[in-house]
């Protein structure tokens, strides 16, 4: 279930989905628990955002007769990570919707101005006739969000939704003021950003806890 933070903002407050966050905000996870948790979880945030997906009818044959049946179509949907901590969120999500295709968006935080600088992009075919869910587990200051739906509005899809575990209000402002047209869910919106850019209360560096890098 997702309930409105505020206009085009969902947290998804599922019990399940609270749950596993606690346990991956502990500053003792383990790498290993850590990921695991983040599958789990994205894959759970997957049945709420995909919930008005399109469908069709197609008829197939059960053991008993055949029949009009409701499917969506994978393949009209993307997901797009943002590298690289958007990987953790993509594998969760790839085990719900296996058919989907993949887009990257490679980007990194410049330091000292905490801007997004992009190294990598690579988008499927035919962008325009499909629906995009971009992933990344952290909207802080909303620089790289921002920058990544930059790029994927120039290849016009039919849809654009943001994907994140935590955000912030800073993180939430940028986006909607770029982007209002593009809806946020998010496990949690947290407090605020300190001042290296770090949401609080947060759950660190979602990259280095992923990839076990620091």
Do not use: W
């Amino acid at each position: 279930m997702a309930v409105a933070y505020q206009n085009n903002v969902y947290v998804v407050n599922h019990p399940l989905v609270q749950h596993k966050l606690t346990l991956m905000r502990r500053k003792d996870a383990s790498t290993n628990t850590f990921r695991r948790l983040l599958r789990e979880l994205a894959s759970l945030m997957a049945y709420e955002v995909t919930a008005d997906m399109p469908l069709s009818d197609i008829e197939i044959e059960t053991p008993l007769e055949k029949m009009m049946s409701p499917v969506m179509d994978g393949k009209k949907l993307v997901l797009v990570s943002i590298l690289r901590a958007g990987t953790g969120l993509l594998d969760g999500m790839l085990d719900v919707v296996p058919g989907a295709r993949v887009g990257h968006v490679g980007l990194y935080r410049d330091p000292k101005t905490l801007t997004a600088v992009e190294y990598y992009f690579k988008m499927p075919q035919e962008m325009n006739e499909r629906h995009v869910i971009v992933v990344d587990p952290m909207l802080a200051t909303g620089n790289s969000a921002v920058a990544a739906v930059d790029r994927i509005k120039e290849l016009h899809p039919k849809s654009i939704k943001f994907v994140c575990l935590v955000g912030c209000p800073e993180g939430v402002k940028a986006m909607q003021t770029a982007h209002p047209d593009v809806p946020i869910y998010a496990a949690s919106i947290d407090r605020q950003l300190n001042d290296h850019g770090y949401i609080l209360p947060g759950l660190g560096d979602a990259g280095d806890r992923i990839f076990g890098t620091k």
